[in-house]
């Protein structure tokens, strides 16, 4: 093939990545749409592809010399990451990560119904029928539990290093909650129809002891956060395994693409509140703090984040992409 066969059947996609470019040229890159984006990126590709085909059989040649160019440009726009890192670190916080939060709600609300939904019909269940708990609460809790004690007693000297595995083992769970989109939510769902079985259960089962309210005070102070956190990282799970199910106008691929990318801001952004949360359940969950000290805690950490969450980055103009 002649270079210039392959110029006039190369020369439309060459031309529309041209376009694109002139528009992110500028640090405009937030008019372009997501699908422009990834068609960016695809072309990008190609262009490369096309460049070593051109340095190979036509080295020297114009149409070697215009890739060339056209690569790097492509490069320069999709990799840059020039800028002060605070100044990166702030728009994430303060823009990205509540704007994408927001913009998930339909899968927050439906991995929240997931977990809370099958707790409050196996509280009832178990509350009323407690022998239905040896099916869904570990044996040992409830050997604890007949005998009117709690797990929840966590020696004072145990409480900081506690923390530590508290918080990984958190992390841990929702990652997996995340990590089970990529398989078409089943395992995301599954896990939160089970977690929530579990946590509705004990309570059930405390409940007909009547060791619901120690059980309740130990929970509330840090369980704002974590089970807030597990339902988001869940709602990420499900997003990205709704875009498998229902890709829409764009390929399962770009649309998996477009999809981890917000999952991914979500559970990356909000799992350091795990790790307060676990701190907040080694040291003062199981304190003999009076508990309004403990509502207070955990009402006043589920406003702060439910505040940053909803409102924050609501005024500000958006200088990022999307």
């Known amino acids: 093939m002649r270079s210039e066969e392959f110029i006039a059947r190369r020369r439309d996609e060459w031309e529309r990545l041209e376009a694109l470019l002139h528009v992110a040229a500028a640090g405009r890159m937030s008019p372009l749409r997501p699908g422009e984006v990834l068609t960016l990126a695809a072309l990008y590709r190609r262009a490369t592809a096309d460049l070593a085909r051109a340095q190979r059989d036509w080295p020297g040649e114009p149409v070697q010399r215009y890739l060339n160019g056209l690569v790097a440009r492509g490069h320069a726009a999709l990799y840059r990451q020039g800028g002060n890192v605070l100044r990166r670190i702030r728009t994430f916080y303060v823009q990205t990560l509540p704007r994408t939060y927001r913009k998930s709600w339909p899968f927050v609300a439906a991995a929240a119904t997931l977990l809370f939904g099958p707790a409050l019909v196996a509280f009832i269940a178990v509350a009323v029928q407690p022998d239905l708990a ?44 995340f990590a089970g989109g990529i398989l078409f ?138």
């Open 134 to 177: 040896y099916g869904l609460v570990p044996l040992g809790d409830i050997r604890l539990i007949h005998l009117h004690k709690l797990w929840t007693d966590i020696p004072e000297d145990q409480r900081a290093g506690l923390s530590g595995v508290i918080f990984t083992h958190n992390i841990g769970v929702a990652i997996l909650a």
């Open 185 to 322: 939510t089943l395992p995301t769902i599954y896990l939160l129809i089970f977690n929530g079985i579990s946590f509705g259960a004990v309570f059930g089962l405390t409940q007909d002891y009547g060791m619901s309210g120690g059980l309740g005070q130990f929970v509330v102070g840090h369980g704002v956060l974590e089970l807030s956190i597990i339902v988001a990282a869940g709602a990420a799970g499900l997003k990205m395994g709704w875009s498998l199910i229902a890709p829409g106008r764009y390929s399962r691929r770009d649309a998996l693409l477009l999809a981890a990318r917000d999952a991914f801001t979500i559970l990356m952004g909000l799992a350091p509140v795990l790790v307060v949360a676990g701190i907040i359940e080694g040291n003062i969950s199981p304190s003999d703090i009076a508990w309004p000290f403990h509502v207070a805690v955990g009402v006043g950490t589920g406003v702060l984040l439910y505040w940053y969450l909803l409102f924050t980055g609501r005024g500000e103009r958006r200088t990022g992409a999307p």
